[in-house]
């Protein structure tokens, strides 16, 4: 009698453990999926290779920029739909409907995509990147940003400016930015290189305020 009375207990003692780690584990697992939906987090999606020196130094001043953690995303490769023989360039558009594809961003997750190759949309020569206003994803492209592009000799640092210029323009539209009359801020719209390297990588102080307003409310 006294042994089964102890296997009761057993019993209820398991059967009590058991209760307690179901209700634990989705407890755990919707908290720290929230934490990941209400966090501001920018990830960073390399299309095809791009170069290792060139992601760490953008993340690292990104995550300074918009006060966010960021995180680079696998590789993915280059969407070949998005290409136009005719113009030797890639429809920004068409590698957006590849990204959406790819990834699916939490709540308060923007994505910056960088592509090594010259894009372009039908009503324009070329563009350095685009954006979705107010939306989720960006893109950049780094081949104009190049000085070899234009026949002149690499400059590394005066490179990584321009990037990091169009990476913080591209990702202020994704929060809502417009373009800013201010040549010296960086929501201003660049035309040319002369345009990117006439602007800083700051905003100027109203765009400054417009962001502050709007990143200060999603919490970090
Ligand atoms: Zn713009
Ligand atoms: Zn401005």
Same mark, same amino acid.
């Given at each position: 009698?006294?042994?089964?009375?102890?296997?009761?207990?057993?019993?209820?003692?398991?059967?009590?453990?058991?209760?307690?780690?179901?209700?634990?584990?989705?407890?755990?697992?919707?908290?720290?999926?929230?934490?990941?939906?209400?966090?501001?987090?920018?990830?960073?999606?390399?299309?095809?290779?791009?170069?290792?020196?060139?992601?760490?130094?953008?993340?690292?001043?990104?995550?300074?920029? #918009?006060?966010?953690?960021?995180?680079?995303?696998?590789?993915?490769?280059?969407?070949?739909?998005?290409?136009?023989?005719?113009?030797?360039?890639?429809?920004?558009?068409?590698?957006?409907?590849?990204?959406?594809?790819?990834?699916?961003?939490? /709540?308060?997750?923007?994505?910056?995509?960088?592509?090594?190759?010259?894009?372009?949309?039908?009503?324009?020569?070329?563009?350095?990147? =685009?954006?979705?206003?107010?939306?989720?994803?960006?893109?950049?492209?780094?081949?104009?940003?190049?000085?070899?592009?234009?026949?002149?000799? =690499?400059?590394?640092?005066?490179?990584?400016?321009?990037?990091? /210029?169009?990476?913080?323009? =591209?990702?202020?539209?994704?929060?809502?930015?417009?373009?800013?009359?201010?040549?010296?801020?960086?929501?201003? #719209?660049?035309?040319?290189?002369?345009?990117?390297?006439?602007?800083?990588?700051?905003?100027?102080?109203?765009?400054? /305020?417009?962001?502050? =307003?709007?990143?200060?409310?999603?919490?970090?």
């Amino acid at each position: 009698m006294e042994i089964r009375k102890g296997k009761k207990w057993q019993i209820f003692l398991l059967y009590v453990f058991s209760t307690l780690l179901i209700l634990y584990f989705p407890l755990t697992i919707s908290a720290s999926s929230y934490t990941i939906e209400m966090e501001r987090i920018i990830t960073i999606v390399p299309i095809d290779d791009i170069e290792s020196w060139i992601l760490d130094d953008l993340t690292k001043r990104l995550e300074a920029t #918009f006060s966010c953690r960021t995180k680079i995303h696998k590789t993915i490769p280059l969407a070949q739909k998005a290409y136009n023989p005719g113009r030797n360039q890639y429809y920004s558009s068409h590698i957006f409907q590849d990204l959406h594809r790819h990834l699916t961003p939490s /709540k308060h997750e923007k994505v910056l995509a960088i592509v090594n190759v010259d894009l372009y949309v039908p009503q324009l020569n070329f563009v350095f990147g =685009e954006a979705e206003l107010g939306g989720h994803f960006a893109i950049i492209s780094l081949s104009r940003l190049h000085q070899s592009f234009y026949g002149l000799s =690499e400059n590394k640092t005066l490179f990584l400016e321009r990037a990091l /210029k169009e990476a913080v323009h =591209e990702l202020s539209h994704t929060y809502g930015l417009s373009h800013c009359p201010d040549s010296k801020c960086v929501m201003h #719209f660049s035309n040319s290189l002369l345009d990117t390297d006439k602007k800083s990588s700051s905003f100027c102080r109203h765009c400054q /305020k417009l962001l502050d =307003e709007i990143i200060g409310v999603i919490p970090y």
